[in-house]
C-alpha cells in the first residue's frame, strides 16, 4: 500500500504513480493489504485500484520461495493481470510472483528493485538483536538470492542508485536501467546560515535504525552541541539513554508538519546505516529541505553526493565532523551546487523515463 507514502518503498511507489500520473498515463494499481486501511487518496491518480489480502504467515514462511514473494501469492491478481495487454510494473522482487509460471506473452514488464534485496536482508539479521528474527532474515535472504533469477524473465529492471545498476547489469545486462527514487521534492530549499542542532531521523522499530540512534547518542555524549533524533515509536530503552544525555531529544515526526519543521532547523543532518542499500529517502530529503549532511560510507559512496556531504564512519571521525561542521556556514554556493546535482533527481523526467521504455 503506497499512501500514506511515510517510509522508503511507499514513498518512492506513491510519487511514481502521481508523476506519471500528471504525464497523462492511466494507471491500473494493484495493492496488498497489509497493516493499513484502504485509502481515497489514491483513487486521484489511479483508474481502478485493486486490493489484495497477503496470505498466512505460517504456510508462506514454510515455503522454499521467500517469505515477502509467497505471502504475496494470489489467483485474483494473476487473473486481474492477465485480464488486459498493458505495460505491468512490478514494485520490488517481492511482488514478482506472477511472473514465476506466467509469461504475459506481448505484454512489456519491468521491475523497479528498491535494493539488492538479499543483501538488504543480510543487514538487517546483522544488526537483529532478536534470535529469532535473526534466523529469520538469514533464510530469507538465502531464499532471495535464489529467487533472484526470476529478474531474467521480465524486460526491465529498474534500479534506484549506481550501485544496484552496476551488481544488476552484471547479472542482466542491458535490460538493466538506473532510474532515481521518486519523492514529494521539487526545489532545494533555501535556508539561513545557521541551524540550531543536529538531526537523524528513521523508523526505530527496524534494527539498523535503531542500532544508528544508539551510535550517535555515543557520539553526542561527548560534544556540547545538540542532538535531535525524529521518530514515529520510541523504543524504552533508548528513552532511558536519551534520559541520561542532556543534549540529546526525540520528537515525535509523526504528527503534523514536525519533520519538515527539523528539517528547517537542523544545521547537520547526522545519517547512518549499517547495510549498503539503494539511495536513502532520507538522505534525499535532507538534501531538499536541510543544509549539511554528515554520513557514513554505507550512506554515501556511490551516490554522487559525496563532494559536498561529509564521510565519517567512525565514532571519533563522526566527533570530528561535527566539531567542524557545527561551525560552518550555509551558503548561497552549497545551495547552488545541490540544485546542480539534484537535477538528475527531477521526478517528472525520471517518469518520462519509465514511459520511454513502454
Known sequence: ??????????????????????????????????????QDELQKYCRKV????????????????????KSRMNKELIDNLKGDSFPILFEGI?????????DFENRITMVRMHNIEHDYYKGLAKSERSSVKKAFFNTEA?????????????????????????????????????????????KVTHLDKKGEFAFYHGDLKISDNYKAANFLID??????????????FYPKDLQEKISKNPNCSFVDISKGNNLKNLFSKAHINVLLSFQK???????????????????????????????????ANSKSEFKKAIEKVMKTPYKEEDITVK????????????????????
Open 1 to 38: 500500500m503506497p499512501y500514506p507514502p511515510n517510509y522508503g518503498g511507499a514513498i518512492d511507489v506513491f510519487y511514481k504513480l502521481k508523476a506519471l500520473s500528471e504525464l497523462g498515463v492511466e494507471i491500473i494499481l494493484h495493492t496488498f493489504e497489509y497493516r493499513r486501511d484502504r
Open 94 to 102: 517481492h511482488t514478482t510472483y506472477p511472473l514465476l509460471n506466467n
Open 219 to 232: 557520539v553526542f555524549a561527548t560534544l556540547d552541541y545538540p542532538l535531535v533524533i525524529g521518530g514515529s
Open 142 to 186: 538465502k531464499k532471495l538470492k535464489n529467487y533472484e533469477g526470476i529478474l531474467s524473465k521480465t524486460n526491465y529492471i529498474l534500479t534506484i542508485s549506481p550501485y544496484e545498476t552496476d551488481y544488476y547489469k552484471n547479472l542482466f545486462g542491458d535490460k538493466v536501467v538506473y532510474c532515481p527514487p521518486f519523492h514529494e521534492n521539487e
Open 277 to 311: 542499500t539503494g539511495i536513502k529517502l532520507k538522505l534525499i530529503n535532507a538534501l531538499y529541505q536541510s543544509r549539511f549532511v554528515i554520513g557514513n560510507d554505507a550512506i554515501l559512496a556511490d551516490t554522487g553526493f559525496e563532494d559536498f556531504c561529509t564521510i
Open 50 to 69: 485493486y486490493y489484495y489480502p497477503r496470505n498466512s504467515i505460517f504456510k508462506s514462511i514454510l515455503s522454499k520461495l521467500p517469505f515477502v514473494v
Open 339 to 358: 540544485e546542480e546535482t539534484l537535477k538528475a533527481f527531477d521526478v517528472l523526467e525520471n517518469a518520462k523515463k519509465i514511459l520511454a521504455l513502454l
